[in-house]
């Protein structure tokens, strides 16, 4: 069954280093989404992609991250100077239409802990 | 923001018991799902409920969508230690909207 593959599985950094999480969708999904879970904690939205470009963002979604697809099979979540409370499971996840009944699949998640 | 409120927290069954949990939420979802987490993996979609008052069974595990649109419930029945994990119940302004609000998950342990 196709898989959603998540790289690092785990990856400890600094605070204040930058750091980039990958991912590779299932191969003819078009919309991409990132969520987190802080440990003990429920799943949290962050953002969606679709077309090169945002579709939505939450709160959590502020200046120190950002997203890119840097070519046809990966998709990034870059945060730019790493925070303590940043540390979290990282879910990236990808659907073949815009909606639930399109398949929406999740990946294993990379734990970010930052020190 | 939109909030789910999922309970139990946690249950702590012997194998072969019928488990019962469910998620309520203060404004309205036109899509429910259910989800299974285990230790270090994402969450893998049990059931998907689209429609209000729809009861949805995958194998042992039956859901239904709240006539309300507020809540869902899930039973497992006859309990495996398979079972084990974290259940969360996630809701969508419709199926069109692909934003998931995801409750705080129920954790499940089953003895042999």
């Known amino acids: 069954e196709p898989e959603v593959t998540q790289t690092p599985s785990h990856q400890v950094t600094q605070m204040g280093q930058e750091v980039i999480l990958r991912c590779v969708p299932i191969?003819?999904?078009?919309?991409f989404y990132w969520y987190r879970q802080i440990l003990g904690q429920k799943v949290e939205f962050l953002v969606s992609f679709y077309n090169n470009e945002i579709s939505e963002k939450s709160e959590i979604f502020d200046d120190q991250f950002s997203v890119e697809r840097p070519d046809g099979s990966n998709f990034t979540l870059k945060i730019r100077s790493t925070k303590l409370e940043d540390s979290a499971m990282y879910f990236c996840?990808?659907?073949?239409?815009?909606?639930?009944?399109?398949?929406?699949?999740f990946g294993s998640g990379t734990r970010l802990t930052v020190v | 923001g939109q909030q789910l409120n999922q309970s139990p927290q946690s249950m702590f069954i012997q194998e072969g018991e019928d488990v019962s949990m469910n998620c309520t939420s203060s404004s309205i979802f036109n899509t429910w799902l259910w989800y299974k987490q285990d230790p270090g993996e994402g969450p893998v979609l049990l059931i998907a409920l689209y429609k209000a008052g729809e009861l949805t069974s995958n194998g042992r595990l039956t859901a239904q969508f709240g006539i309300t649109r507020k809540d869902s419930f899930l039973n497992i029945s006859a309990s495996i230690p398979s079972d084990v994990g974290i259940y969360f119940c996630a809701g969508a302004m419709n199926s069109g909207y692909s934003t998931l609000t995801f409750g705080k998950g129920t954790m499940l342990l089953v003895s042999p």
């Open positions: 191969s003819n999904h078009l919309y």
């Open positions: 996840a990808s659907s073949v239409g815009p909606g639930l009944n399109y398949g929406y699949t």
